[in-house]
């Protein structure tokens, strides 16, 4: 079997994957990209919408062309990439220390092996699909998630159906719901279970408030009828969590979008042993971004699922430079834990140290406007940060200085906890 | 076209019956109303080889069931379909379960059940330790098993093809007229078969297509069966077929594991009366998972990826009724093929075989039959320096379009060149979107597959046949 050494290799050359690349070769390793498409970009390159790069190149661009900025870099770069090439397994190597394999699939390559110091995880994430929601009803044609749908019509050219119900008002769903729209079809509606929108308020004006698209809050879709292609659903709200079948009322479709939200990629991340978080789906990470398992690191959507790819590019690029200290074996500190406190559904990474600057992202369990962020240890205050609004669908993310730490330096085992109030 | 034999239905029934048939130097064709075979009933169970015990032999169905069992091991070596004897265990909560468990014991001794014994607590929790410990002792069958149901159904046609039998799909039988010693058989489209001898092995339809014959009057009442899947993940996999002990009214639910790794609870019992009913209800979902956790617990609704639902084609009388019909000349019934058909089958065509004998039909046996089919290779059963060797020689094995079920472009063309061509036929042939993400990553590649292979342009490529397209039109214009 073929085989090639690297110091570190990258699984997925999404968003994430690039930018983790790109900052590992910056300091001279050898560096590789394996990516089981045709081309470099991830999921951004079915997202021809713009609002993508206003925090990392300070203007608007479309998914493709945001992924093209980083494509062309990589392309610059002295990292190899493997298009068109799956990783099926991660491993330790049985032969040397601290060596991880990777065994990947290529109708280009063939079957090869990777050899590599350190690994990035980088895989992205997939949509949760009916059976995961289990809609009860029929199985007809006319059903896909909205990611599927998105990438039908953005790059393949295919219309899936005429008349649309979009289950889920993740931004997936809703930028969706604007695409069919213009595309000449007619939706019909948004249902969203929660009492408010999973997407971020942007996405809900421009995609469906300028279309007069209703959306449905504290609806569920309670059956789904047709025998061959999808006919009906059928719609029943929810009064006090309890479904309200009275006031249930039908709506024809052709067509039934699911947006009902991501779970991070970890398949292979399970099967080499990598801890995750069970709220999360993600690896539990260090303040470094690495796993339990020495020298993998992970980053973007594969570690948490995030709604702005320039907060993919900042963190990956942050694991990346972990990756060159730890291959420069000068990636030291202690690591005391993070938890998530009041109304925070969790906190990324799950550690934090004394050595340096610390990012954190997380995800609010509640909607409220004029909320502080507060992170403290024990009874001492380390910061607060307001914020005129915090909702479940938009990430926070709060930096801390080394400085800020120093009130709390001399006490072993401190933990931070982050509670939005 | 005049054939000897037409076979109506090609479920687990008519297939075992058509590859039994191709032995024989006759004209057989086997006639299917759907875009492919095993598309009704036969797709849609709990793939479990019965073990024999659950019912007395003086029903024909236990006979055949006891005779299908012994039979899987051979079909597997000529025909490679996924098959495992994992063994069946009944598992006992109460005393008076226990009691019950001897009764099967006892019934499962006189039907001829090979291996079948009482277990202690001790022995039933090291056979199966996922099960609640509060489990009290129970049965284990160790010849019962599991199989994929549709890929036994394919390989059982692809056997009988190779060995001359025709197929015609999409071809719903609704007349028929008995003229000059022939049947004239015609579809709802107007085509027409001859054919001498016609087996009735319509499924939940038997009752319909034995009134268009003018022969016996039943009624098929669908009995439906619901069944979520779980994930490959989850911490409940089990070793062994796990039954309750069956009470008065309920029967219970079931616990399986499936030979390709994920599992399975259900079904549920309840009859229907619309023939389509294959929906799937919340009501249900709640009463199987509760049932469930109270064998094994660690069963939870956060690991399903799929739902179905299957319709039994039950008589009142609860049998099967294979027999030579009384009214209509040369035509046998193979009807009220309700649980355990599917381990039944390779019996019963051994069966409707031996009927057509006493209908005077010559059977000579051919002397170039050939049992064996060609194997797919499947990437997810080959180890890394196989897989190596096997895309060197074509390289599209290494085009890994499923991540969840690892399968191949190869695998999808090879399931397009056998005549699988819709999204579901090319899925029970591959499994390619069966995983987690149900088909969210593979399925606009499987398509183009699909497209690239067969020359069908996008509005005709479905799901499952008729009206199930998934693309309606192309962006800017013609649609
Ligand atoms: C549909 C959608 C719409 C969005 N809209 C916006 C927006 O409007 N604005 C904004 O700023 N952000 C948006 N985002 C968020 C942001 O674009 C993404 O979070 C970001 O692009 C994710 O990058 P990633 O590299 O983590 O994942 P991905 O882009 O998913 O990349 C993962 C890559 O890994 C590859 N891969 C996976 N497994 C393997 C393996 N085993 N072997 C080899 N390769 C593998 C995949 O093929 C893929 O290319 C959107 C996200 C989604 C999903
Ligand atoms: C939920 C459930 C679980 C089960 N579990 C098991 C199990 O674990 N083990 C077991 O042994 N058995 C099991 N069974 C029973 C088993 O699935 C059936 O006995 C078996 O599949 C019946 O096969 P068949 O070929 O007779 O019928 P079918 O598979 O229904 O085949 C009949 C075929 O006839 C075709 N047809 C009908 N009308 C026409 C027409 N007019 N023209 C042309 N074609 C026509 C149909 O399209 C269909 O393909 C289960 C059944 C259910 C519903």
């Not at chain 1, 992170?375 to 914020?387: F, L, M, Q």
């Not at chain 2, 078969?193 to 009057?217: H, R």
């Not at chain 2, 057509?356 to 089919?373: G, Q, R």
Request: net charge neutral.
């Amino acid at each position: 079997m073929k085989e090639y050494i690297f110091d570190c290799v990258v699984i997925g050359g999404g968003a994430a994957g690039m930018a983790a690349a790109l900052e590992v070769e910056k300091s001279g390793f050898d560096t590789a990209i394996v990516e089981r498409e045709e081309h470099l970009g991830g999921i951004l390159l079915q997202c021809i919408h713009n609002g993508f790069g206003l925090h990392e190149f300070k203007e608007e661009l479309t998914g493709p062309e945001y992924a093209e900025r980083f494509a062309e870099r990589v392309q610059a770069s002295s990292v190899k990439v493997f298009l068109e090439s799956t990783v099926m397994e991660l491993s330790e190597s049985g032969e040397a220390a601290g060596m991880h394999e990777l065994h990947c699939y290529s109708s280009v390559y063939g079957v090869f092996l990777l050899k590599a110091r350190s690994v990035i995880l980088s895989m992205g994430c997939r949509e949760r699909n009916r059976g995961n929601i289990g809609i009860p009803g029929s199985r007809p044609s006319g059903i896909m998630t909205a990611g599927l749908a998105q990438r039908l019509v953005n790059i393949d050219g295919y219309i899936p159906g005429e008349q649309i119900v979009i289950i889920g008002s993740g931004d997936i769903g809703l930028i969706m719901a604007r695409r069919m729209t213009w595309a000449g079809c007619k939706v019909h509606a948004v249902i969203e279970i929660q009492p408010y929108p999973s997407g971020i308020t942007r996405n809900i004006v421009q995609c469906l408030e300028d279309f007069d698209i209703p959306l449905y809050l504290s609806h569920v879709v309670s059956e789904i009828r047709g025998k061959d292609r999808i006919e009906s659903i059928r719609v029943t709200p929810l009064k006090n969590g309890i479904q309200d079948e009275e006031n249930s009322f039908e709506i024809k479709c052709d067509t039934l979008l699911l947006s009902v939200g991501l779970v991070p990629e970890n398949e292979l991340s399970r099967k080499a042993g990598i801890e995750l978080s069970p709220q999360i789906n993600g690896p539990l990470v260090d303040s470094f971004l690495m796993t339990n398992k020495k020298g993998i690191f992970a980053c973007g959507n594969v570690l948490h699922v995030h709604d702005l790819v320039d907060y993919v590019s900042r963190e990956s690029r942050s694991a990346g430079s972990n990756v060159v200290k730890y291959l420069n074996s000068t990636l030291t500190g202690v690591q005391n834990k993070v938890k998530a406190g009041a109304n925070v559904r969790y906190v990324v990474p799950q550690k934090f140290n004394f050595q340096g600057d610390n990012q954190f992202y997380m995800r609010s369990m509640i909607v409220k406007n004029g909320a502080k962020v507060e992170v403290r240890a024990g009874n001492i205050i380390i910061k607060t940060v307001n914020h005129n609004h915090v909702q479940p669908s938009e990430m926070i993310s709060i930096s801390i200085k080394k400085e800020e730490l120093e009130k709390i330096s001399g006490i072993p085992d401190q933990q931070l906890e982050i509670s939005i109030i | 076209m005049k054939y000897d034999i037409a076979i109506i239905g090609a479920g687990v029934s008519g297939a075992s019956i058509a590859r039994k048939l191709s032995q024989y130097n006759l004209k057989t064709i086997l006639i299917e109303k759907e875009a492919d075979v095993s598309f009704g009933t036969s797709k849609a169970n709990s793939g479990i080889v019965h073990a024999g015990f659950h019912t007395s032999w003086k029903y024909l169905k236990s006979r055949l069931e006891i005779q299908g069992n012994l039979m899987f091991d051979g079909l597997q070596r000529e025909l490679g379909f996924p098959f495992r004897r994992c063994g069946i265990i009944v598992a006992a909560f109460s005393e008076e379960e226990l009691k019950h468990v001897q009764e099967l014991y006892r019934q499962g001794v006189e039907n001829g059940v090979i291996g079948i014994e009482i277990c202690s607590r001790e022995r039933i929790l090291d056979i199966e330790p996922k099960l609640n410990p509060d489990v009290i002792g129970g049965l284990h069958a160790p010849n019962g098993g599991i199989i994929e149901p549709y890929r036994f159904v394919f390989s059982l046609v692809e056997s009988a093809l190779k060995n001359g039998v025709e197929l015609f799909l999409n071809f719903k039988v609704e007349k028929a007229v008995r003229s000059r010693g022939t049947w004239m058989i015609s579809s709802d489209d107007g085509q027409i078969v001859e054919a001498d001898y016609v087996i009735n092995a319509a499924g939940l339809y038997a009752d319909s297509i034995s009134a268009i014959f003018n022969a016996e009057l039943f009624k098929i009442i669908p009995r439906k069966g619901e069944e979520y899947l779980l994930d490959r993940m989850s911490p409940a996999y089990p070793n062994k077929v796990i039954f309750p002990v069956p009470s008065g009214k309920s029967k219970g639910t079931l616990i399986i594991p499936t030979v390709e790794g994920t599992m399975m609870v259900g079904p549920t019992a309840e009859e229907v009366e619309d023939k389509e009913d294959t929906s799937t209800s919340t009501e249900q979902l709640n009463r199987i998972f509760d049932f469930s956790r109270r064998i094994i617990p660690s069963i939870s609704e956060r690991d399903i990826i799929t739902s179905f639902a299957g319709l039994r084609p039950a008589l009142e009388s609860g049998d099967f009724y294979i027999d030579v019909s009384q009214k209509a000349e040369n035509f046998i019934q193979v009807a009220g093929i309700q649980s355990p058909g599917l381990t039944a089958a390779p019996a019963i065509g051994d069966y409707v075989k031996d009927l057509l004998k006493k209908l005077d039909c010559s059977l000579i046996e051919k002397k170039n039959w050939d049992p064996f089919i060609d194997k797919v290779p499947r990437m997810r059963n080959l180890s890394h320096y196989e897989s190596e060797k096997i895309v060197k020689e074509n390289p599209q094995y290494g085009n890994i379009i499923c991540r969840c079920e690892k399968v191949s472009e190869a695998e999808i063309v090879e399931a397009v060149k056998r005549g699988h061509s819709t999204l579901d036929g090319v899925k029970f042939f591959t499994r390619t979107g069966m995983g987690r993400c149900q088909g969210g990553f593979c399925t606009y590649k499987t398509i183009k597959i699909i497209m690239r292979e067969t020359g069908l342009s996008y509005n005709q490529v479905t799901k499952r046949g008729r009206n199930s397209k998934v693309l309606m039109r192309k962006l800017g214009g013609d649609s």
